[in-house]
């Protein structure tokens, strides 16, 4: 069982296209060839996530919900550090053809580059 802070929780989620444009006209970004990250201060001291994977760049449904299950598993092991912030990750289509750790590995250092950045 996860521990209270790992959770992923309907709150830890950003949900509807107000809250992803919010993010999306932040300053912080950070960006690899497989996704990108964009992130907002969210006035709480709580992390939220969203991810966003089009249908056109990746069609196979299982790809997709298996790049956003490494997302948020990557995402819970950095709630505390990223706390007060709304990040929003947009999957590219290279990220179908990667390796699970290839991938994780570019996630994890999207959540570094993002978590880094002081007062934007």
Do not use: W
């Not at 809250?19 to 939220?48: H, I, K, M």
């Amino acid at each position: 069982m996860l521990s209270r802070r790992h959770r992923y929780t309907r709150a830890h989620r950003l949900r509807g296209a107000a809250q992803f444009r919010r993010v999306y006209a932040s300053p912080r970004r950070a960006s690899s060839a497989a996704a990108d990250a964009a992130a907002a201060e969210n006035g709480g001291t709580l992390a939220r996530l969203g991810i966003a994977i089009g249908k056109r760049n990746i069609p196979a449904v299982v790809v997709r919900n298996r790049l956003k299950r490494l997302t948020r598993e990557q995402f819970r092991g950095q709630q505390a550090r990223l706390g007060g912030l709304d990040v929003v990750i947009t999957v590219r289509r290279q990220a179908a053809a990667m390796r699970k750790r290839e991938f994780i590995a570019v996630v994890q250092k999207l959540f570094d580059r993002i978590a880094s950045c002081e007062g934007f």
